[in-house]
């Protein structure tokens, strides 16, 4: 039986069983209203309020396509590489839908609106590498079944049924529970510089299916795949990733065949567990939806969706290269979020010290982020405001460890004040009276005859103790380049 505890689990899976994976991401697009119907688009809303006549499948409503959703499709083809079919049509997937009334979903099978492309992934640990993309279609989402902790009542939300999505379709070139990760991570950051999504997993806004089997290493033939369904956390894909790599494993190690089906996560027991046998492609009986005409993609309405692309991640990043002369690990750091890089180059329309911008950004900025929970969106401090810390350090009127731990704390408090008016206002004014100083440093050095001798008989990391104590009796204002000077002069 195998174990829960995915630290008691086997270890040499990999020697043995090549890991073959392939994802189905479905990503709901930023549109005002549903793929076929004027109802809102919205998440959040009281149940059943998002629903007109055509989401309920009343009876002589016909569905009209949402331009901007194939748009916004065609948009990630484009970042993707993939060729634009232009021609393409929807057909009706005959399955039961609890949650949309319909009794069938409309999607693309034949003629899907993206073929081919791929998505480069940098896993942590492992080699860059490109995973193709098989096709990327268009279709609207289902409604939600909401059980509420009841084990006998079901409760349907329609708010949801018939939202625009765009499922993902990648080839079995994922390999690992990482490189999935990766891949999973690169496609939330392309839809939301894209602009096509929010790409926010906990609200349902971006999920996954996985498709995962096994084969002996060196075995070109794949194995039988089982599919892990509509999964919304990339830590607990990756952890369903690795419970079923290790069940597959014991299963072929005993000689037991691999069933194929469709399984559900448990995130509390960390364990997959079968759900239903996975159904065949003629089981869903796709044809052509007479109630919608095939779709025309010309060059004309495709270079207009090509001049509004935005700016990419990668074009980003190559930009605080080139622009601002940041080095690759700072332009990568700051090019992760697009509101992040945004930023950055708002503060750097404010000044000229970009490096020290970039600093700031990935330091005090960044660790207030993340220590309160919020974005950049929310960020209490301008981008012009930020720069005038800058200026202030740069000149030399303020040190970082004054701008850091008394500054930047009470310009958050205070974002509308000038950084200038708070640091003289509070004596934060750096220090730079060299005759002022020689006498603390005298001050200090008389204080520690132990230390100065041993200092100079060749402990010169006693240094640092020197400056230590005379930015603690300058309360920390003092120009620490100063300081050096002088006590280096005094000791030598």
């Known amino acids: 039986m195998l174990t829960n505890d995915p630290q008691k689990r086997p270890a040499d899976v990999s020697e043995r069983y090549e890991t073959v994976i392939g994802l189905e991401v479905h990503c709901q697009l930023l549109t005002e209203s549903k793929i076929f119907a004027s109802d809102y688009n919205l998440f959040g809303s009281e149940p059943n309020t998002n629903i007109g006549k055509l989401t309920l499948a009343l009876p002589g409503t016909l569905p009209k396509l949402n331009r901007k959703a194939v748009e916004l499709g065609i948009r990630f083809g484009l970042a993707c590489g993939s060729s634009i079919s232009r021609k393409t049509v929807f057909d009706r997937k005959n399955y039961f839908y609890p949650d949309l009334p319909k009794g069938y979903q409309i999607t693309q099978d034949k003629a899907p609106v993206c073929v081919g492309g791929g998505v480069r992934i940098a896993p942590r640990g492992g080699e860059e590498k490109v995973v193709r993309l098989h096709h990327a279609h268009l279709e609207e989402d289902a409604g939600k079944s909401v059980h509420d902790g009841s084990h006998t009542d079901t409760l349907l939300d329609y708010n949801r049924a018939g939202t625009p999505l765009i499922e993902i379709v990648s080839e079995p070139d994922l390999r690992s529970a990482e490189e999935t990760g990766a891949y999973l991570t690169e496609i939330r950051r392309i839809v939301r510089y894209l602009e096509i999504s929010d790409g926010n997993m906990e609200e349902g806004s971006l999920r996954a299916d996985v498709n995962i089997s096994l084969r002996p290493v060196g075995q070109q033939a794949y194995g039988t795949k089982v599919e892990i369904k509509n999964m919304n956390s990339i830590r ?173 704390p009470a310009l958050l408090e205070n974002p509308g004040q000038h950084p200038s008016d708070l640091a003289r206002s509070n004596n934060w004014i750096q220090n730079s009276n060299t005759g002022e100083l020689e006498t603390l440093i005298d001050e200090v050095l008389g204080n520690m005859p132990d230390k100065v001798e041993a200092f100079k008989k060749g402990k010169k990391g006693l240094l640092g103790l020197f400056v230590g104590e005379v930015m603690k009796k300058t309360g920390s204002t003092a120009d620490p380049k100063l300081v050096n000077q002088i006590l280096n002069k005094k000791l030598n």
Not at 279 to 300: A, C, G, H, K, Q
Not at 310 to 329: C, I
Not at 343 to 361: G, V
């Open 236 to 408: 607990n894909i990756m952890r369903a990733i690795e419970y079923e790599q290790a069940r597959q494993a014991e299963l072929l190690d005993r000689g037991e065949a691999i069933i194929q089906e469709t399984r559900m996560y448990d995130v509390d027991k960390e364990r997959t567990y079968g759900m239903r046998l996975k159904e065949t492609l003629n089981d869903y009986r796709y044809f052509p939806d007479p109630d919608l005409s095939p779709v025309i993609i010309s060059e004309e309405w495709l270079n207009e969706i090509r001049e509004k692309m935005p700016a990419l991640p990668w074009e980003v990043k190559e930009k605080l290269v080139s622009r601002y002369g940041l080095p690759d690990y700072d332009a990568a750091v700051l090019s992760d979020e697009k509101e992040q890089a945004a930023y950055f180059e708002s503060i750097c329309a404010h000044t000229a010290y970009f490096k020290t911008a970039s600093n700031w950004m990935m330091g005090p900025v960044r660790s207030y982020l993340n220590d309160s929970g919020t974005t950049i969106s929310r960020f209490p401090v301008t981008a012009e405001t930020v720069a005038q810390v800058v200026e202030l350090i740069e000149s030399g009127l303020i040190n970082h460890t004054i701008a850091s731990q008394k500054l930047f």
